[in-house]
């Protein structure tokens, strides 16, 4: 088993910058790949960032140049650094994983608020 657990969600204005972390414990051996999805209320889940044991990354078109992922394997975290933010950036995000190359992600954390005033 895996667990997730978020933080860094908060208030902030439009323009300013957040900085989400995950933290993963349990069997995080053979992880593939951990992502980043956000949902707002009434609208559909979506994958904002990824990224695989082999570092590499990918992004929603919408965060694109704003958003980045990284992840620091000592410490068993992945951040995601959220520039430029907007008010259509509000939502709960949430990190997930998965052990295969690709498909579902299977563990996931319980997300954190992002709530950007405009």
């Known amino acids: 088993q895996v667990q997730l657990v978020e933080s860094g969600g908060g208030l902030v204005q439009a323009g300013g910058s957040l900085r989400l972390s995950c933290a993963a414990s349990g069997s995080t051996l053979r992880l593939n790949a951990i992502g980043w999805y956000r949902q707002a209320p009434g609208k559909q889940r979506e994958l904002v960032a990824a990224i695989t044991s082999s570092g590499s990354t990918n992004y929603a078109d919408s965060v694109k140049r704003r958003f980045a992922i990284s992840r620091d394997n000592a410490k068993n975290t992945i951040y995601l650094q959220m520039n430029s933010l907007k008010a259509g950036d509000t939502a709960v995000y949430s990190c997930?994983?998965?052990?295969?190359?690709?498909?579902?992600?299977?563990?996931w954390g319980r997300g954190t608020q992002v709530t950007v005033s405009s």
């Open positions: 997930a994983a998965r052990r295969t190359i690709a498909g579902n992600y299977n563990y």
